[in-house]
């Protein structure tokens, strides 16, 4: 029977742990309201720099028991000296929920990591590097120099972004669109040379000290140096965890979570002045000392601290570095954003959305070129043909890309696209189906039972590989946007490759290629050229002829040229095509042609003349006999 005895005194115990571990977290919990409620009250005080949670520490040494935890600049006792300083004694214990919660004060004082930059630092952390990679130096043109805290994404497009501190990408006298410089200029004040991007979003307040610049002029690697972990999840750090970071002053270095749900008060200097950060703190790690028992430097600004696990380190981030103690401060410790708040308010993830979750883009934008060019309008004689198709609307928005369908047809009336040559992707078109649009009625859509047994080619009206840009991404999704067969019209060959040496699917090409154009942007419209003759095959009406109109700034000025393809389908049972031929034309010839009515903007930039009817002209037989 002992041994009864000795399971249900372990039992007891246990039950008891339980109890008490349960009354502390419903402490905690209490503590932390309190925090987030009444904190930023006490940092009114000019002595106090931080309100925070921790086990209290007496005579140098840590206890078991919580206290609401207050930093201060000066710590005395003395009434008078308390008076001197214009402050009040902290009071012993604060009652919270009904329990008397005791305080500890501690003297300590904190500045952003990135007043004093020293020089001892790897070479490696300091140089330009390419790829780029987090750990290593970077900053605003106008800031000395942090670190690279990791590689995020933007959550609506998945742009990859470097993520850092406010202070170090921003900074009191930045703004955004400033020129991020990797590394930063207390490193190298090459700053031509050294451009890594432009600063895009920002935050200095309750959130964090936090902001992202976009890569424009460098490769990533989105392991960070010498941990060589990815990070892949946000965690939230508790009393007690323990943490690494590597930055770009002290490298890598353990520590502590010593107080949690803190807020902190911090000068920023110049208009900015003093901020209150909402953070958590971090203390050395006794069984990993840092070297010169500094776990943080000037430069380390940034650094993610990442959750280590019996002395690994795992992939979860803790925390976005940003400050430390200041130089007279007579403790070692480090402060991090909570990284939830900091993605948040960021708008970012640790991985690109997948094409299903990329946000939706707003298709063609009539401002891409600086100037307000709108879709084509049908005449009044077309509008009782033009479908109402998405949610009540007859425009049809899509991935870079519009189009507005005609009802009898099945097909668009036109197709309105834009492309950033500067940003193209290469990617494989393997294993994209063509689909309908579910969010479009079934009969206003011609399939497959179109295309199935004959010679038939699914011909794209926005060509595939102009929609291709932007972040990888949206790119993928626009890949895939260009499959629907809203954007897709019959062709003997895919016109946008064959058409007469290539002429028809190498125009955009073309006009990058023979143009001096402006930020390699251009505008296309495009659609096919629907007669009463069209034959019929299958139940529809087959388009022979197609249009096309690029839009493009060169010299500060915009141009538009126009475009025919013509087709003449005979012997149409067979699928005989007689000649594919290309022809320069006008906007004014295409709306004669076409029933549409362009812009007058767009009409204003057709300055080409084409004085012979299009049945005299000679068709293009190349790029080169384009006429720019």
């Given at each position: 029977m002992p041994p009864q005895k000795a399971t249900a005194k372990s039992a007891k115990k246990t039950r008891k742990d339980d109890r008490a571990a349960d009354r502390e977290e419903d402490l905690l919990a209490a503590l932390r309201r309190f925090i987030r409620v009444r904190g930023e009250d006490y940092l009114r005080d000019p002595n106090i720099t931080s309100i925070g949670i921790g086990y209290k520490v007496t005579d140098g040494r840590r206890t078991p028991d919580l206290s609401v935890q207050f930093t201060v600049n000066e710590k005395h006792s003395a009434p008078d000296a308390l008076e001197a300083l214009g402050t009040a004694a902290v009071p012993r214990s604060i009652t919270v929920d009904g329990v008397e919660v005791p305080t500890d004060v501690l003297e300590r004082r904190y500045e952003p990591a990135f007043k004093v930059v020293p020089e001892p630092v790897a070479v490696q952390r300091k140089a330009r590097i390419d790829p780029i990679v987090p750990g290593v130096s970077v900053g605003n043109v106008r800031v000395s120099a942090g670190t690279i805290g990791g590689i995020v994404y933007d959550r609506a497009d998945g742009t990859p972004y470097v993520l850092s501190n406010w202070h170090v990408l921003h900074g009191p006298d930045g703004a955004l669109g400033d020129d991020i410089v990797q590394p930063g200029t207390h490193d190298d004040n090459r700053t031509d040379r050294n451009r890594l991007g432009r600063l895009v979003r920002s935050h200095l307040g309750i959130a964090g000290d936090c902001a992202?610049?976009?890569?424009?002029?460098?490769?990533?690697?989105?392991?960070?140096?010498?941990?060589?972990?990815?990070?892949?999840?946000?965690?939230?750090?508790?009393?007690?965890?323990?943490?690494?970071?590597?930055?770009?002053?002290?490298?890598?270095?353990?520590?502590?979570?010593?107080?949690?749900?803190?807020?902190?008060?911090?000068?920023?200097?110049?208009?900015?002045?003093?901020?209150?950060?909402?953070?958590?703190?971090?203390?050395?790690?006794p069984d990993h000392p840092a070297a010169a028992a500094q776990i943080s430097r000037g430069g380390d600004s940034g650094s993610l601290w990442m959750f280590t696990r019996a002395g690994q380190t795992q992939t979860v981030v803790a925390g976005l570095h940003f400050g430390g103690e200041s130089d007279t401060s007579p403790d070692d410790h480090a402060l991090a954003c909570l990284p939830a708040s900091v993605f948040e308010k960021l708008a970012i993830s640790l991985r690109p959305p997948t094409v299903h979750e990329v946000e939706e883009t707003g298709g063609y934008d009539r401002d891409f070129l600086g100037v307000r060019i709108d879709v084509p309008v049908p005449a009044a004689s077309l509008r009782d043909d033009v479908a109402v198709t998405v949610d009540g609307q007859e425009i049809v928005r899509y991935t870079h890309f519009s189009l507005q369908m005609r009802a009898s047809r099945r097909f668009p009336f036109w197709v309105a696209w834009n492309v950033d040559g500067g940003s193209l992707k290469g990617l494989s078109r393997k294993g994209i189906k063509f689909v309908k649009d579910p969010r479009i009625p079934e009969d206003l859509q011609v399939g497959d039972e179109l295309y199935s047994d004959n010679d038939l080619d699914r011909g794209h009206l926005a060509r595939r590989a102009d929609l291709l840009w932007g972040s990888l991404p949206v790119a993928k999704k626009a890949n895939t946007d260009s499959f629907f067969f809203t954007n897709i019209t019959p062709q003997m060959d895919d016109f946008n490759q064959s058409a007469r040496a290539g002429v028809w699917g190498q125009l955009e090409d073309a006009v990058l290629a023979d143009v001096d154009v402006e930020d390699l942007k251009i505008s296309v419209f495009g659609g096919p050229v629907f007669q009463d003759d069209d034959r019929v095959y299958r139940g529809v009406r087959l388009p022979r002829e197609y249009w096309k109109v690029l839009v493009f700034r060169e010299d500060g000025e915009l141009s538009a040229r126009a475009f025919l393809l013509t087709q003449n389908l005979v012997q149409l049972e067979a699928l005989e095509l007689d000649e594919f031929r290309v022809f320069q034309t006008s906007v004014p010839e295409l709306e004669e042609r076409t029933g549409l009515r362009f812009s007058d903007v767009l009409r204003d930039a057709d300055t080409l003349a084409v004085p012979e009817a299009l049945e005299r002209r000679t068709p293009l037989e190349g790029t080169d006999d384009i006429r720019w």
């Open positions: 992202v610049a976009d890569i424009e002029d460098r490769e990533f690697d989105p392991a960070t140096i010498e941990l060589d972990v990815v990070p892949e999840q946000l965690g939230e750090p508790e009393l007690g965890d323990t943490v690494v970071k590597s930055g770009r002053t002290t490298g890598v270095t353990h520590g502590i979570v010593r107080r949690v749900d803190t807020i902190v008060k911090i000068d920023y200097g110049g208009d900015v002045g003093v901020r209150n950060i909402g953070c958590f703190e971090i203390g050395p790690d």
